[in-house]
């Protein structure tokens, strides 16, 4: 529920604030003083376009925030929540500013949220029927949802059953179709696959081997040279010839140092110390002579490894910068071969798939059918008897639900996207459904019921939708209705009609109208004037809470447009007396 409206620097408002509650909230005020200004600020709140010439002349920007109650809508303080926003004490504030440039920011609970974000967390919130509202009841897809929406959780099952299979059967046809266009593709692209996996195969790469290889060719390339240095460098640790080396040096400084070891302990310490470098002098001289002795020349083997390189490497320029770069595309290649190989088994399981789907959205789509024609039967019946109430006693509304034939594809056939047969038809369908619904009006005995855009004036269509939203008061989540002057075109004893039915509709929800019938807003919880004051230079307008004293000069100035007429004063009186029972909060 929302809580309170503040508005600043929009359009003739320069700062005012709309407190609100549940049950029936009337506006009421002079032409030109800023009424629609209000549902200007809630459309704003729901994220609705915004246009920088609302801004008050002289504004940098106009800003619009609102106080939403949260404690019996869990789903929207998750929203806030996933925006950012934050909930505090059971509210939350939603705000959005629209500079003179005509800039746009939007806020959910203290955080930044684009346009969208507010959309998403507000939108559910508010239901607003204006007279723009009215075309909108004149299309098919928001008929369709009415009904829908009255059907109640027997048909929103069906229809859940039904998306979830039209989903599915449309992910399955077009995988299909792509695997049935795309069959010569595959083809080709399969040859490559296992042209290239034989190459692979016949040479056989190890993990690692071109790095093994690349050293062994540099040491088989290189063996004389090799050789040479470990046999020099064999001869300077340990000569075969008498010529001095490093052991013999190494030994005859240790000898010299032992000799004196017992004049100077540190000597003897320096002699240990040789002694171990002997040793391991001695260690690396074998070592060295050990591997000079492993050391040959083979132009075969070096041929050989070569050869297997340049293999390796061939494979490499093809598949994969590395090795095992190849290995990675040969195991990626050979699971893709195998679902290319599987194309016509594959063609196979999406056509029975889509089969076995077409068969169920075909028994969903009777059982559908039927939950909403028999709705259909209800709510027609239950609008009529509110236009009855609503002073149009001969009205009849009714609701058409019908389908589209299409011819039967040729036996054996099944085209994708094509018609779906339901029991003995083959009918046209989309994702709510094989069925269009039609709201038909027939205002008069005797006339013939005929589409509302054809067969209902603007009164009567502003009586129809009010109509609606009672018998759909039942069903709709939406807690907030706000009807901007719904009711033109409506006098008399119609009006009184259409403010009695507003009053009910507000026992179940939050009702904010906009109106200039007293009858209307004589039934109202909450009065609210928007009055106009000018100094001269400037324009401005405020909201003013009306008492039960100010309530009847206001209707008196709604029904005689004279100021202190003590004959309306007490037409205004007798008016509200009359509406106090049928009060949403009386």
């Known amino acids: 529920m929302i809580e309170e409206i503040r508005i600043s620097s929009l359009g003739v408002i320069d700062a005012s604030t709309l407190e609100l509650g549940p049950g029936l909230t009337v506006i009421t005020g002079e032409t030109g003083a800023g009424k629609t200004m209000i549902v200007t600020a809630l459309g704003l709140l729901l994220g609705g376009r915004s246009d920088s010439g609302a801004v008050r002349v002289g504004a940098r920007h106009a800003r619009v925030e609102g106080v939403v109650l949260v404690s019996d809508l869990p789903g929207l303080r998750a929203a806030v929540e996933e925006a950012g926003g934050e909930v505090e004490d059971d509210r939350v504030v939603l705000a959005r500013n629209v500079s003179a440039e ?14 969208s974000g507010l959309v998403a967390v507000a939108e559910p919130l508010v239901a607003v029927h204006g007279q723009s509202d009215q075309h909108r009841l004149l299309q098919a897809k928001a008929q369709r949802a009415a009904l829908d929406s009255f059907g109640g959780p027997a048909l929103a099952e069906l229809l859940a059953s039904w998306t979830t299979l039209f989903d599915r059967l449309r992910v399955v046809e077009a995988e299909l179709d792509d695997v049935v266009a795309h069959a010569r593709e595959r083809a080709r692209e399969a040859d490559l696959l296992r042209f290239g996996l034989e190459e692979v195969e016949q040479v056989a790469p190890e993990p690692g081997e071109d790095e093994q290889l690349a050293a062994e060719e540099t040491r088989l390339g290189f063996a004389d040279t090799l050789r040479a240095a470990a046999e020099q460098a064999r001869e300077a640790l340990s000569s075969d010839e008498g010529s001095p080396d490093a052991l013999a040096t190494t030994s005859a400084a240790r000898t010299a140092l032992d000799g004196v070891r017992s004049h100077d ?35 075969a083997r070096l041929a050989g490894v070569s050869e297997r390189r340049a293999a390796l490497t061939a494979l490499t320029r093809k598949y994969g910068d590395t090795l095992d770069e190849v290995l990675a595309w040969s195991e990626q290649a050979a ?64 609701i058409e639900v019908r389908q589209h034939e299409s011819a039967a594809p040729a036996p054996g056939d099944q085209p994708t996207g ?52 009672v018998a759909l008061a039942g069903t709709s989540p939406v807690p907030t209705f706000v009807f901007d002057e719904v009711d033109a075109g409506v006098g008399g004893a119609a009006a009184v009609e ?57 209707l008196s100035r709604m029904m005689a447009g004279l100021a202190g007429s003590e004959t309306a004063v007490a037409h205004a009186r007798e008016l509200l007396e009359v509406a106090q029972p049928a009060r949403a909060l009386a």
């Open 418 to 469: 094509g018609p779906l047969r339901v029991g003995d038809r083959w009918l046209r369908y989309a994702r709510s459904g094989v069925d269009e619904v039609e709201l038909l009006l027939a205002a008069n005995t005797g006339t013939e019921a005929r589409p509302l855009h054809k067969g209902a004036s603007g009164g009567e269509l502003s009586r129809v939708m009010l109509a609606l939203e």
């Open 265 to 299: 302990a540190e000597a003897g310490e320096l002699a240990d110390r040789l002694a171990e470098v002997t040793y391991l002098l001695s260690d690396v001289a074998a070592d060295v002579a050990g591997y000079a002795s492993r050391i040959d020349t083979d132009p």
């Open 102 to 115: 005509g800039r746009s920011r939007a806020f959910v609970g203290g955080a930044t949220v684009p346009v």
């Open 335 to 398: 699971s893709r071969l195998l679902e290319l190989d599987g194309t016509d088994e594959r063609v196979e399981q999406l056509r029975a798939e889509q089969t076995g789907l077409r068969e169920e959205l075909g028994a969903v789509a009777l059982r559908l059918t039927a939950a909403r024609v028999e709705a259909a039967a209800r709510l027609a019946d239950e609008v009529t008897t509110e236009l009855a109430l609503l002073a149009m006693p001969h009205a009849r509304l009714g």
């Open 498 to 554: 259409v403010g009695r039915r507003l009053a009910q509709l507000a026992r179940t929800a939050q009702v904010l109208v906009v109106t200039h019938l007293p009858q209307v807003a004589a039934y109202a919880d909450r009065h609210v004037v928007v009055r106009k004051s000018h100094d001269g230079s400037v324009t401005s307008s405020g909201l003013t809470l009306l008492d039960e004293e100010a309530r009847e000069v206001e």
